[in-house]
Nanobody
Framework: QLQLVESGGGSVQAGGSLRLSCSAPVYIHASYCMGWFRKTPGTERERVAA????????YYSDSVKGRFTISRDSAKNTLDLQMNNLTPEDTAMYYCAADPVSGRYCWQAVGPNGFDLWGQGTQVTVSS
């Protein structure tokens, strides 16, 4: 049974925006390290953005810094990823992940492949 469910993917033209959401149970949303990852065929999974428990610290990969924003919506129990100024290089399957590891830089402790829980993914396609 999936505990993380992504939504919001789709197709846009370069320069456009999309907002991804990851729905999670309350206990995960409130206290787990959470993040967004992406993968294209033939490449390694890339950690795009991450958020420490409580949202005190965030991480962004250099490729998305300044364009993407990760946030937690406590009213909806979602982890959101606002993606602006999209480029064809952002085309990928995007996954939400969560892990019970704590700490301000929790994603470093887990590593990009160590998160316990994963969603099924949502496709983002950016055309030029």
């Amino acid at each position: 049974q999936l505990q993380l469910v992504e939504s919001g993917g789709g197709s846009v033209q370069a320069g456009g925006s999309l907002r991804l959401s990851c729905s999670a149970p309350v206990y995960i949303h409130a206290s787990y390290c959470m993040g967004w990852f992406r993968k294209t065929p033939g490449t390694e999974r890339e950690r795009v953005a991450a958020d420490s428990p409580g949202g005190t610290t965030t991480y962004y990969s250099d490729s998305v810094k300044g364009r993407f924003t990760i946030s937690r919506d406590s009213a909806k129990n979602t982890l959101d990823l606002q993606m602006n100024n999209l480029t064809p290089e952002d085309t990928a399957m995007y996954y939400c992940a969560a892990d019970p590891v704590s700490g301000r830089y929790c994603w470093q402790a887990v590593g990009p492949n160590g998160f316990d829980l994963w969603g099924q993914g949502t496709q983002v396609t950016v055309s030029s």
